[in-house]
């Protein structure tokens, strides 16, 4: 054992001499004795120097360590007797179950984790604030927004969506912008990604499209056949696969990109005026993509690459900042807009509706604590402040319900009162108790109406944010507006927003991804009613690309060209 233990000790300790001792001597190649004598000389005068100051230095240090130091306590902080050594009977044990922070140590690491987020769990984030630039109250009564140069703090989380807690943070996908901003009015929850539309647009089919793009049943694997598959069969998802199948959908970093409520919101002022709302945070930073083999690269070379990039900028003091610009469209506009507003799978032409910036928004601070400050953080798009509300968006009233069912089953009941999700106002509902809560209204009353002081609901001063409706009960799409069509939009894309560089990387990334395992059948159905649909050229392209040889009559296109 002893010898073990010189073994392990002797090559440190002589390394930090040898170290000075071997510059000296090669300082002395090639000069004479005498010399040699008298540099050797020196150098033992200045490393016995040295070394005295070093030692002097290291006491000086460990000293102030000590100071420093806390004591290791358990978790109930009563001070622990060992941070190396189990409670043994003798030197060679066994072991005695006494030892309550051993067990207590062994108990609490089986039980580190949380189920990771069942879509959005890799990711990372940032604080910072949202700060209004603009006067917004003819729209909204939103206590946050009515100061030009008011400041609220906010949280950010960025994701991708289909991988797991370990994935790549830079494969092909949409990446989440899920923004919590910490009003005076409790919180409101912005949770929306990097591209202004989605794949669908009824909550029906959200987990059929996820089950498509996550693992499958038998091979525990990502499937491009399923993906095709579901995509090819869902013909409102080609504005969003146009979009992702681009160089936008492989991010160069988190800081840029631009973020999008996608949903169509409803805005109230103090008249009680409505306004239907888009929210676009465009980057400062200015736009940039990784071309897919550069992706690819990174996903091999630094899986965590925009985790650490957001991190290092906000340590340099780089402070990422987004311009918020919002579109508004009157109330009365939308029954008569050329097609239905409340289609996420849809843009609003910014012709029609011109954004108006209102807003900064700065992450200039990093969590301490990733896991607390992060992985607990629960973004809920139910989350509105009086002076905003939902729209009819079919996709966004469900999501109302969605997410904070899943907290309570991830993180649990009273997710609500941790310090990343808890709201900077005071909190006075008719919940109570659950598991692990520990702030309560003492004895204020449990159940209303009381006649004995309890909190009381407003609601002439907090009207629900609403619109009329009427209507039998059904399953039904949407009523379709005048142009309601899958296909312009995203042939729009196609011929207009992107360059020609842009239009080559997506037909090879489009060519690249479904020559990977998707079946012939679904290559053809998904070149003749989908990329023929949205241009014409481009499903000639696709075509070429996979050797398919497709029917005239069969390639007709919708989308325009
Ligand atoms: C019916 C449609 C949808 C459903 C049911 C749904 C459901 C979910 C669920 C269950 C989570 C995991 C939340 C967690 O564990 O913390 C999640 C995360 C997320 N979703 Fe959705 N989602 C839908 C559509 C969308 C859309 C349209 C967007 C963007 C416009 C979006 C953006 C996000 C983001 C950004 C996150 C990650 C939030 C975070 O960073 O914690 N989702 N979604």
Redesign the pocket.
């Known amino acids: 054992m002893t010898w073990h233990f010189a073994q392990l000790k002797a090559p440190i300790s002589s390394n930090r001499v040898t170290g000075d001792v071997y510059t000296s001597g090669e300082m002395g190649k090639g000069l004479n004795g005498e010399h040699l004598l008298l540099i050797l000389a020196k150098d033992l005068f200045r490393l016995t120097t040295t070394l005295k100051q070093k030692s002097r230095l290291e006491k000086h240090v460990s000293d102030q360590r000590d100071q420093q130091k806390s004591l290791t306590t358990t978790d109930a902080g009563i001070p622990a007797a060992s941070d190396e050594y189990s409670l043994s009977v003798g030197p060679n044990g066994p072991l005695l179950l006494q030892d309550h922070y051993l067990v207590q140590k062994m108990a609490q690491f089986n039980r580190e984790r949380v189920p990771e987020?069942?879509?959005?769990a890799k990711?990372s984030g940032a604080f910072g604030y949202f700060e209004v630039t603009e006067d917004v109250t003819q729209w909204t009564r939103a206590a946050f927004l009515n100061t030009v140069g008011k400041r609220t703090p906010v949280l950010i989380?960025f994701?991708t969506v289909a991988g797991e807690l370990g994935s790549a943070d830079t494969v092909r996908d949409p990446r989440?912008?899920?923004i919590k901003f910490y009003t005076e009015e409790g919180n409101y929850d912005l949770?929306?990604?990097n591209t202004p539309i989605?794949f669908v647009r009824d909550?029906q089919k959200?987990q059929d499209f996820i089950h498509s793009q996550k693992r499958m049943a038998d091979t525990d694997m990502r499937s491009n056949n399923a993906q095709w598959d579901f995509w090819s069969l869902s013909p409102e998802s080609a504005h969003q696969v146009t979009f992702l199948m681009s160089d936008r959908g492989t991010p160069r970093s988190w800081r840029q990109m631009n973020g999008y409520s996608?949903?169509t919101f409803m805005w109230i002022n103090a008249r009680g005026d409505k306004f239907w709302v888009k929210y676009h945070f465009k980057t400062e930073q200015g736009i940039a993509n990784f071309t897919d083999a550069e992706a690819k690269a990174m996903t091999a070379e630094d899986p965590d690459y925009h985790r650490r990039d957001l991190r290092e900028a906000i340590q340099k003091k780089d402070y990422p900042v987004w311009r918020l610009e919002m579109q508004i469209m009157p109330f009365e506009d939308a029954a008569t807009y050329r097609f239905n507003p409340f289609d996420?799978t849809k843009v609003w032409p910014h012709k029609d509706y011109p954004p108006i910036t209102i807003g900064r928004l700065v992450l200039d601070r990093n969590p301490e604590n990733f896991f607390a400050e992060i992985e607990q953080?629960?973004?809920e798009p139910a989350n509105m402040v009086p002076g905003i509300g939902p729209s009819p968006d079919k996709?966004l009233l469900?999501?109302l319900f969605?997410?904070p069912d899943?907290?309570r089953y991830?993180i649990g009941t009273n997710y609500l009162q941790l310090p990343v999700n808890q709201p900077r106002v005071e909190v006075h509902s008719y919940n109570k108790d659950g598991s692990m809560r520990y702030r309560h209204n003492g004895d204020q009353p449990v159940y209303a109406p009381n006649s004995y002081g309890g909190p009381q609901a407003d609601p002439e001063r907090y009207p629900e944010p609403g619109w009329f409706t009427s209507g039998e009960i059904m399953r039904s799409a949407y009523t379709l507006h005048a142009e309601d069509n899958d296909f312009v939009q995203p042939g729009n894309l196609y011929r207009h927003v992107l360059s020609k560089t842009d239009r080559e990387h997506l037909i090879n990334n489009i060519v690249g991804h479904m020559s990977q395992g998707v079946e012939r059948f679904i290559q053809e159905r998904t070149v003749t009613t989908y990329w023929y649909q949205v241009d014409r050229e481009l499903g000639a392209r696709v075509a070429k690309g996979l050797g398919l040889e497709i029917a005239s009559e069969l390639s007709a296109s919708v989308g325009g060209e």
């Open positions: 987020r069942v879509v959005h990711g989380r994701s989440g912008f899920a949770v929306g990604n989605f909550p959200f996608s949903h996420l953080a629960a973004f996709m469900g999501r969605s997410y899943t907290h991830r």
